[in-house]
């Protein structure tokens, strides 16, 4: 008889506490917007929801899957019989299918979150300077992108890049043929150094990892001059991002692996759960070397929200160990979330090892 009536009891709380709530009822919540061309970008669509319940709902923010999409909603608090709409926009980069998410999260509602799904097919682009190039400097030149990205490189031979920009101007601009950059940078012009206006032209841009003499995830700048404009020399700043890595002949460690550093991780994924970051979360990571030579820490890059906090020693002997901490921090956001690391290291089999943090923040 208390059993039954302490169920009771729960049952009733319960359906109070849903009560105080709004229910979120989306018309839709996925749409295929069907083709689309280049005349109709950037691509719109508005989600209307309705509120039941008998409490107001807010919604708090729309997370989006990159950053070519973009969200609108309505802000204010939304009582029950009331609507509201989240106004989502899509810029195209590429033709083909596209699938497109967009998480809604919502306070004092049920559900909490909502997933909507934006998808469609962009037809063949004509050429269009302004999708092409869409990254313009000052100087009406214009890449394809913001950075030169070289991409995963590793230290063995000079890497050579074709790098394209564009004339947006109606005269000829002429380049110089000078630079300042890192002794690991130079720069040719194929071409020649006139830029004819409206048009597509290229230089090669060569790098050599082994001068630089680094690893990870890295950005280097350089500066270009264009020819003087009332009397005025022009420089003009390229930023280049790469990923470089320890090289190694293929199947270099195969023979006999045991004369080789071998990076073993305690854990690859540690997950903290629900928390409250007040202050930063200490996460402790056991690197081990099974291997039969010394294992060189090259290099720990960390993404946001994560730093390094303690690491005994960067060189681990055969059969050895060190122990990395690695620093939490809050990021003023609330949800789900996901640090990285990554650790790169002479380990011809596994140059580099990536760790995962994940939390729930409150």
């Not at 009582?79 to 967009?102: D, H, L, M, Q, W």
């Amino acid at each position: 008889m208390k059993l039954a009536q302490l169920f009771f009891t729960i049952l009733f709380f319960c359906l109070n506490a849903h009560a105080q709530n709004g229910f979120i009822s989306f018309e839709k919540t996925r749409v295929n917007v069907g083709n689309i061309s280049e005349e109709q970008f950037p691509v719109t669509y508005t989600y209307d929801f309705l509120v039941a319940g008998s409490g107001a709902i807010r919604i708090t923010s729309v997370d989006t899957d990159c950053a070519c999409s973009l969200s609108d909603y309505t802000k204010t608090d939304i009582s029950a019989g009331e609507k509201g709409e989240i106004k989502v926009t899509f810029n195209p980069y590429r033709p083909g299918p596209f699938y497109k998410t967009f998480t809604v999260h919502a306070q004092n509602a049920i559900p909490q979150k909502t997933e909507l799904i934006l998808e469609g097919f962009i037809e063949p682009f004509t050429f269009n300077p302004n999708i092409e190039f869409p990254a313009i400097t000052k100087d009406s030149l214009a890449f394809k992108y913001k950075y030169i990205l070289l991409g995963n490189i590793t230290n063995s031979n000079i890497v050579r890049k074709e790098v394209a920009l564009y004339n947006y101007s109606s005269d000829t601009i002429t380049m110089l043929d000078s630079l300042q950059s890192p002794p690991f940078m130079d720069v040719a012009f194929d071409n020649g150094l006139a830029i004819p206006p409206k048009e597509i032209y290229s230089f090669s841009l060569f790098y050599d990892p082994a001068t630089k003499n680094d690893f990870g995830e890295i950005t280097d700048s350089l500066t270009l001059f264009i020819e003087p404009s009332k009397n005025n020399i022009v420089p003009f700043p390229l930023y280049v991002k790469s990923s470089i890595r320890q090289y190694f002949p293929e199947n270099f460690a195969e023979d006999n692996p045991s004369n080789y550093p071998r990076l073993v991780a305690s854990d690859t994924l540690v997950n903290l759960g629900r928390i409250d970051l007040e202050k930063d979360e200490i996460v402790e990571f056991v690197l081990s070397n099974s291997g039969g030579s010394p294992l060189d820490i090259q290099k720990i890059v960390c993404n946001y929200g994560a730093e390094i906090f303690t690491i005994d020693k960067r060189t681990i002997a055969p059969y050895d160990f060190a122990k990395l901490k690695i620093a939490v921090k809050d990021i003023n956001k609330r949800g789900t979330q996901d640090r990285r690391v990554l650790i790169y290291c002479n380990d011809p089999n596994n140059t580099v090892t990536t760790l995962r943090i994940k939390l729930y923040s409150r």
